[in-house]
């Protein structure tokens, strides 16, 4: 059954530092999308993004985030300058049409320090 | 606002015991509902899904029924198992403009011991 990867699993890294964080949607999958959960709170939406463009984006999405689709398979999040509070379990997601079933990758846990 | 309000975990019963986790919502519109689970090390899986008011949604054994009467989506099963034990997530789906977010709550751990 196909799967959405990312990578990697675990991420630490220092406070002020680039983190890019990978995703590999479901192939025939046109929608993606990034979620976050800080422990212990909600599962909480980023970022929508459809043929190459933000569709929807949230408070929490500021200007250290941005999206890319680098290459056709892979779908990157980056954070420029990681804060304290970056701190989560980040989950892509992907789905066929725009109203759909959103299937889940396993996440990334960042630990900024 | 849209909103989901979940049974705060965590949740330990016995193999075969009866679960249920409640959960409501507030949204505007007629929002989908989902109920996803989260296994140790893994990542979201859809369980069950309803779409429109008094469906029912059943995976697995696992069932919630739409209420839009009551505005809650529970999560039901009738015995449990050793494998159920998961983080379950009550979600809705807001539509607009043809682009999708879903709304989650805080999540319920379930342990089922044997």
């Known amino acids: 059954e196909p799967e959405v990867t990312q990578t990697p699993s675990h991420q630490v890294t220092q406070m002020g530092q680039e983190v890019i964080l990978r995703c590999v949607p479901i192939?025939?999958?046109?929608?993606f999308y990034w979620y976050r959960q800080i422990l212990g709170q909600k599962v909480e939406f980023l970022v929508s993004?459809?043929?190459?463009?933000?569709?929807?984006k949230s408070e929490i999405f500021d200007d250290q985030f941005s999206v890319e689709r680098p290459d056709g398979s892979n779908f990157t999040l980056k954070i420029r300058s990681t804060k304290l509070e970056d701190s989560a379990m980040y989950f892509c997601?992907?789905?066929?049409?725009?109203?759909?079933?959103?299937?889940f990758g396993p996440g990334t846990r960042l630990l900024v320090l | 606002g849209n909103s989901v309000t979940q049974m705060e975990g965590p949740v330990t019963l016995s193999e075969e015991a009866f679960l249920t986790i409640n959960c409501t919502y507030t949204?505007?519109?007629?929002?989908?509902l989902f109920w996803y689970v989260q296994y140790p090390g893994e990542g979201l899986q859809l369980l069950l899904k309803?779409?429109?008011?008094?469906d029912k949604g059943s995976n697995k054994g696992f069932e919630a029924t739409y209420r839009k009467e009551t505005t809650s989506f529970h999560l039901e099963k009738g015995s449990v198992q050793v494998s159920d034990s998961a983080v379950y997530f009550c979600?809705?789906?807001?539509?607009?403009?043809?682009?999708?977010?879903?709304?989650f709550g805080k999540g319920t751990k379930l342990t089922v011991n044997p």
């Open positions: 997601a992907s789905t066929q049409g725009g109203i759909g079933t959103q299937y």
């Open positions: 949204a505007t519109g007629y929002p989908s």
């Open positions: 309803a779409t429109k008011a008094d």
């Open positions: 993004f459809y043929n190459n463009e933000i569709s929807e």
């Open positions: 979600a809705l789906r807001i539509t607009q403009g043809g682009s999708e977010k879903l709304v």
């Open positions: 192939s025939n999958h046109l929608y």
